[in-house]
Nanobody, 123 residues
């Protein structure tokens, strides 16, 4: 079983920055993918970014160039550095883990989820 704990959310003004962290514990495979998803009020959960063990990444078009996903394999921790935040980035951000080195953009591709952390971007 794998547990994920996110941290780093909060309230920030538009144009500001935040860094989210996701620490995994438990038994993982040697190759796995970690992803960040977000869910705005009344909206479906959507992928933001993902990274596999080898460092291959995926970004949603809406965050490309503003967000950077990274990971520390020795710590089983993924990070999401967010710059130039916009009000439309507001939502609950969830960390997810997939026991495969093939990056997936689909919610159904991930078996483990964190509890979520709120990010609010004010105007």
């Amino acid at each position: 079983q794998v547990q994920l704990v996110e941290s780093g959310g909060g309230l920030v003004q538009a144009g500001g920055s935040l860094r989210l962290s996701c620490a995994a514990s438990g038994r993982t495979s040697s190759s796995y993918t970690m992803g960040w998803f977000r869910q705005a009020p009344g909206m479906e959960r959507e992928i933001v970014a993902a990274i596999n063990t080898s460092g291959a990444t995926y970004y949603a078009d809406s965050v490309e160039g503003r967000f950077t996903i990274s990971r520390d394999n020795s710590r089983k921790t993924a990070y999401l550095q967010m710059h130039s935040l916009k009000p439309e980035d507001t939502g609950v951000y969830y960390c997810a883990l997939r026991l495969s080195g093939i990056v997936s953009v689909h919610l159904s591709g991930y078996s483990y989820w964190g509890q979520g952390t709120q990010v609010t971007v004010s105007t």
